[in-house]
């Protein structure tokens, strides 16, 4: 069994790049595959630290596009004016935003909870993510926008999945090549969002 590398070959490819995380990677395989961001589209990142996927959705939003990137913990600055950073808690984004109409072109998720090392409350907090992201995909996602979200095999996450299926046009799943090999984590695509 191979020993987990948190400096494998992405993480330098990272740093050699100016991304924040490897976890960049895994947003640009799912862009590739299935386009779900397009130039001039507004991109909510939830819980965005350290910055890795906003800093990629930046990349393919063009000119008139858009990121807001909210997490708990404070990013680091990014110099763009077409990013806005947020510290404070997702489901009180209409406050902080200061609106109730869906705002967003896609909503984009690579949330983990702290692990606790016991089985079922790590999956259990997992699912938790996965549902805090769909939430405010509800709230702020326009018709027909696009949904990505982390999940992780086991616990309810088919509860999750099939819960969600209704929601969107057409609903994937993907497992990345950027993965790392001792992770069970998967992806959850949704296309076309029916408000």
């Given at each position: 069994m191979s020993e987990y590398n948190r400096k494998d070959h992405l993480y330098q490819k990272a740093k050699e790049e100016g991304y924040r995380s490897r976890a960049a990677y895994k947003l640009i395989e799912v862009q590739d595959a299935y386009k779900i961001i397009k130039s001039?589209?507004?991109?909510?990142?939830?819980?965005?630290?350290?910055?890795?996927?906003?800093?990629?959705?930046?990349?393919?939003?063009g000119d008139s596009g858009s990121v807001t990137a909210i997490d708990l913990?404070?990013?680091?600055?990014?110099?763009?004016?077409?990013?806005?950073?947020?510290?404070?808690?997702?489901?009180?984004l209409e406050q902080i935003l200061g609106t109730n109409e869906p705002s967003f072109d896609v909503v984009v998720s690579?949330?983990?909870?702290?692990?606790?090392?016991?089985?079922?409350a790590d999956q259990a907090a997992a699912v938790g993510c996965a549902e805090l992201a769909l939430y405010v995909a509800q709230q702020n996602l326009k018709q027909g926008g696009n949904f990505l979200v982390k999940v992780f095999k086991g616990g309810d996450v088919e509860g999750f999945?099939?819960?969600?299926?209704?929601?969107?046009?057409?609903?994937?799943?993907?497992?990345?090549?950027?993965?790392?090999?001792?992770?069970?984590?998967?992806?959850?695509?949704g296309l076309g969002f029916k408000r």
């Open positions: 001039g589209n507004s991109v909510l990142d939830v819980g965005a630290w350290p910055g890795g996927w906003t800093q990629v959705a930046l990349n393919y939003v913990q404070a990013l680091d600055p990014i110099d763009d004016p077409r990013c806005k950073l947020i510290a404070g808690d997702a489901r009180d690579d949330m983990s909870a702290k692990l606790t090392g016991i089985k079922e999945v099939k819960s969600t299926r209704p929601m969107f046009n057409k609903l994937l799943r993907s497992e990345l090549k950027s993965t790392r090999n001792t992770s069970n984590e998967f992806y959850v695509i």
